[in-house]
């Protein structure tokens, strides 16, 4: 079974930065793809950045390209995602998750359902 926790959470002023991390444990996900995801309230969740097993690759959403770069540490099998010039539309609560069981799963996806494991997510609060 594997367990995700998010931490680096928090409020912050625009224009500020924070560095989510994502601790891993119950197995080794060094070939496996991650990503982050995020929901404000009252909307549907929504694709922020994923990293290939390798780090190699990653992918953006669009309103966050630029500002948000997302990392990977296998040896400590964590997720990082450092969060930069954050503005209030930031705000939600951020999720990482584990591609498992899908096919090439050690690539970057978008789409929510191509994710099996999944952590509880850490809030991050941008004022303007």
């Known amino acids: 079974q594997v367990q995700l926790v998010e931490s680096g959470g928090g409020l912050v002023r625009a224009g500020g930065s924070l560095r989510l991390s994502c601790q891993a444990s119950?197995?080794?996900?060094?070939?496996?793809?991650m990503g982050w995801f995020r929901q404000a309230p009252g909307k549907e969740r929504e694709f922020v950045s994923a990293?290939?097993?390798?780090?190699?690759?990653?992918t953006y959403a669009t309103p966050v390209r630029g500002r948000f770069t997302i990392s990977r540490d296998n040896a400590k099998n964590t997720l990082y995602l450092q969060m930069d010039s954050l503005q209030p539309e930031d705000t939600a609560l951020y999720s990482c998750?584990?591609?498992?069981?899908?096919?090439?799963?050690?690539?970057?996806?978008?789409?929510?359902?191509?994710?099996?494991?999944w952590g509880h997510g850490t809030q991050v609060t941008v004022s303007s």
């Open positions: 990293i290939s097993w390798d780090g190699g690759n990653a």
């Open positions: 119950g197995r080794t996900l060094s070939s496996y793809a």
């Open positions: 998750a584990v591609r498992f069981g899908t096919e090439n799963f050690w690539q970057p996806a978008e789409r929510s359902d191509q994710y099996f494991y």
